[in-house]
């Protein structure tokens, strides 16, 4: 009872979003629901250059390595023998079609960086999604079409 209590309280005071509610949401739902990931944006500080950490990584296609870079990452371990190290899975959003400019998905990249989570100000989360793993040269497509708009 005390829990549905803090819930509704919860849910008439607190965040619509948040890492919080994303964590609940993933660890909550039925198992054919198919949500495995919890994207996150990081927070370098509230003033200066750095604002979203830009994270970049590499994907090998035909033989070539490719640079890639996104703000948008997944968890996929922490570092061993640390608490403060994890390493991320570069993300790439999905836009939405049509007159909205939002994001509706994300795509698994398999780029993987370490980060020092200390370095960072703050996390933003997004609800849980089921991140698709796309192939490397959709990727890259995609990415090279929004550098000649």
């Known amino acids: 009872m005390n829990d549905a209590q803090h819930e509704v309280e919860r849910k008439k005071h607190g965040c619509d979003v948040s890492c919080d509610r994303s964590i609940k949401e993933l660890l909550n739902q039925c198992k054919h629901s198919g949500l495995d990931t919890i994207p996150f944006k990081l927070l ?4 200066g250059d750095c604002e979203t950490f830009v994270g970049t990584g590499v994907i090998k296609m035909d033989g070539c390595f490719f640079d890639i870079r996104s703000t948008f990452f997944r968890v996929v371990d922490f570092v061993k023998g ?17 007159k909205h400019h939002g994001i509706e998905g994300f795509i698994r990249t398999g780029a993987c960086l370490e980060v020092d989570l200390k370095d960072f100000t703050g996390i933003t989360c997004f609800p849980p999604v089921n991140a ?18």
């Open 82 to 98: 640390s608490d403060c190290c994890a390493i991320l899975e570069l993300l790439c959003p999905e836009r939405c079609e049509g």
């Open 132 to 149: 698709k793993k796309m192939d490397p040269k959709k990727i890259l497509c995609t990415d090279s079409r929004k550098k000649s708009r």
């Open 44 to 47: 370098c500080g509230c003033k």
